[in-house]
């Protein structure tokens, strides 16, 4: 069965990088797309970050871009988010979701909790 | 940008009504809309795809319909696991972007 197992959150201060990661397994890995999706507490979901299968494709929205930067390595079946200049506004739980169809999510990690704090 | 609007914000419903979900997005995302349902402390879980398509293991009671700017998610009859909340997302055009969310509580 398809499993996605988000690691790297935890406390940091404003300003400062993080890098989180996504382990998966089930599924042909380097032929998937992966994203990341993001919920600040109490709050709705956010789009954060999508890589095509092969890496040559990388999306980010307004919010994020230029600061937080998406990797994958085929050979660790493994995603990546290096977060820079975190601010208060990026305290959330952070997915990794696998891409159905460059469209959608169909399978979702169970989250990894960033908070950007003093 | 493509904005996605939820109504209503709550639904609140008792075990085996009906319950009608609405998502309204600002410009045309043809039939790319999908439908997620998350409950406390989970992950989104994919209800419906392209739309109208059951994603795989969905009970046949959730429906979805709609095409263009206007789209709706149904419940035939709500079993007790199904209040939570509903969030629809596009996959028109880049970003991807998530409706605000309608949550379904019991009456």
């Known amino acids: 069965q398809v499993q996605l197992v988000e690691s790297g959150g935890g406390v940091v201060q404003p300003g400062r990088s993080l890098r989180l990661s996504c382990a998966a397994s089930g599924f042909t890995f380097s032929i998937s797309g992966m994203h990341w999706v993001r919920q600040a507490p109490g709050k709705g979901l956010e789009w954060v970050t999508f890589i095509s299968h092969d890496g040559n494709n990388e999306y980010y929205p307004d919010s994020v871009r230029g600061r937080f930067s998406i990797s994958r390595d085929n050979s660790k079946n493994t995603v990546y988010l290096q977060m820079d200049s975190l601010n208060a506004e990026d305290t959330a739980v952070y997915y990794c979701?696998?891409?159905?169809?460059?469209?959608?999510?169909?399978?979702w990690g169970q989250g990894t909790l960033v908070t950007v704090s003093s | 940008e493509v904005v996605l609007t939820q109504s209503p914000a709550t639904l609140s419903l008792s075990p085996g009504e009906r319950a009608t979900l609405s998502c309204r997005a600002s410009?045309?995302?043809?039939?790319?809309l999908a439908w997620y349902q998350q409950k406390p402390g989970q992950a989104p879980r994919l209800l419906i795809y392209?739309?109208?398509n059951g994603a795989a293991g969905i009970p046949a009671r959730f429906s979805g319909s709609g095409s263009g700017t206007d789209f709706t998610l149904t419940i035939s009859s709500l079993e007790p696991e199904d209040f939570a909340v509903y969030y629809c997302q596009h996959g028109s055009s880049w970003p991807r972007t998530f409706g605000g969310g309608t949550k379904v509580e019991i009456k």
């Open positions: 392209d739309a109208s």
């Open positions: 410009q045309s995302v043809s039939t790319y």
């Open positions: 979701a696998k891409d159905a169809g460059k469209k959608f999510f169909d399978y």
